[in-house]
């Protein structure tokens, strides 16, 4: 069983940064493909960015291009999630998610916990 801690989460003001973190542990698959998602109150969780192993390839949600940025540390088991520029519209919980397979928007088998971003005007 695999699993995902995600850390970083908290209150920043728009136009702010945080970093979010998710540590893997436990029997991690091999080569797992990475990612981020997130759900805002009322609504369905979102795709917002997800990564290879190699982290050659990465996709990203149009409304975080060029703002968020997503990245691993195979060694350390880690991926993070850089987000600059933040809004209100990003307040969310945001998951950490997992798969044996190659990436993709979707389709992603293990999850984290969340981690609480608001985003203050």
């Known amino acids: 069983q695999v699993q995902l801690v995600e850390s970083g989460g908290g209150l920043v003001q728009a136009g702010g940064s945080l970093r979010l973190s998710c540590a893997a542990s436990?029997?991690?698959?091999?080569?797992?493909?990475m990612a981020w998602f997130r759900q805002a109150p009322g609504k369905e969780r979102d795709f917002v960015a997800a990564?290879?192993?190699?982290?050659?390839?990465?996709y990203y949600a149009d409304s975080v291009k060029g703002r968020f940025t997503i990245s691993r540390d195979n060694v350390k088991k880690m991926v993070y999630l850089q987000m600059n520029s933040l809004n209100p519209e990003d307040t969310a919980v945001y998951y950490c998610?997992?798969?044996?397979?190659?990436?993709?928007?979707?389709?992603?088998?293990?999850w984290g916990q969340g981690t609480q971003v608001t985003v203050s005007s």
């Open positions: 998610a997992a798969k044996n397979a190659p990436v993709s928007v979707g389709g992603y088998d293990y």
């Open positions: 436990g029997r991690t698959v091999s080569r797992p493909a």
């Open positions: 990564v290879n192993w190699s982290g050659g390839t990465t």
